[in-house]
């Protein structure tokens, strides 16, 4: 009997840690983020993300300032009736 309540309590831990958003170095990680790092001397490889355009808001919904992603593709988007190419790369989302 001992066993099985361990058992059954080892897996709604794992369950409940799975679904957290991941922290390193923070208290508060942010909820747009997968992972929040706070780190002085430490790189990171961002997420890669296909964006629709560069106002995108609805592929990351209610993204936090400073979120950056990898935009591996690049996309077209229409600009003021132009057609503009944004290229692959880190974007970074400034809050407007």
Known sequence: MKRIVVVVLF???VRLLTAQIVGINTDNPDKSSALDINTTNKG???P???LTSITDVTTIEDPATG???YEPDGFT???NGQSVVRPQGVY???GT
């Open 11 to 13: 897996v709604a831990s």
């Open 44 to 46: 990171f490889l961002p």
């Open 48 to 50: 890669r993300v296909n």
């Open 67 to 69: 979120l950056m992603i």
């Open 77 to 79: 988007e229409t600009v």
């Open 92 to 94: 970074t989302y400034d």
